[in-house]
């Protein structure tokens, strides 16, 4: 190939890569945020439909969790913790639904999924499964809620290949929520990843939706509506998944089955540390 062609493959490439390139660098505006927000109680149906039924005992969860604030060397920044909204929108939505398999990336000292284990707990049925790069998570966690916990560490220098691993011998889940790394390649990479390998009326969620497009892109590339909820300095979104129950992409030979009992799960499970 002559030097006038390679450069000409080099310009057609770029330009072609360009607008994505772009785009991943880009953020919401205020405006177009504003334009896709809720009241908290109105971020998704089954919170509509069940906040006020679920309200006292979730008062009991906030207060177990300012306790433990109180008493807890943190080992992650308090600024870390998901917000106060999408904290009771998780914890109603779990309530109302009775999800059998919730997945949540990013665990930090653990608030959310103290919420989430609260919530299943009192469902009497299903688990939850998290995800970091850390060994350290989770320092707000009891150890009885550790141990009903399926602790995925996923090494930084094979996180992607890992997280799919994982999401392979998952059971089909019902609610994800996301809260790990926010640049938009892992956010989108997450999130197209998880609604293969969710149950068709699975919910998405997502902390942080305002550090890239890849969650309004995300809802638009699959047509879902999405629900924002403005939540301190950070906004937190909803979105009902489309995909259908069928995992495309993942390994055909493994068997996906909807619920896997209580610790018969073939993931790494346990505490990490
Ligand atoms: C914002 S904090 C999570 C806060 C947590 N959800 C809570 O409510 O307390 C982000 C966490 O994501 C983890 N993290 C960073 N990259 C990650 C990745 N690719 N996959 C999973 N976790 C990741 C960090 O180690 C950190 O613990």
Redesign the pocket.
Known sequence: MSATQERRVIQSSLARLWPSLLRSFKTPGIGELLSHSAPWEDVADDVAASWRDYASEYSEVENTLAARYHATQLV?PQD???GTHI?RVLYFIVRARKPQTVL??????????VVLLAALSRNEGGELHS????PD?GC?LSPSERRSWNYHL?P?AH?RTS?TAVLKRLPTVDLF?H???HGYG?QSFEYEAVSRHMSPDGVIAS??VDSSYAFLDFCATHKREPRLVFDGNKTAGVAPASSPTVDRDLDAAVTITRHTPRGSTTSSAGSPN
Request: no cysteine.
């Open positions: 992650f870390f913790s998901a904290s949540e990336t990013g665990v930090a000292n653990g608030h959310m999924t995800t970091d790069v850390r998570v707000l996923l930084p996180v997280f929520f809260d790990s790394q892992w902390d942080d």
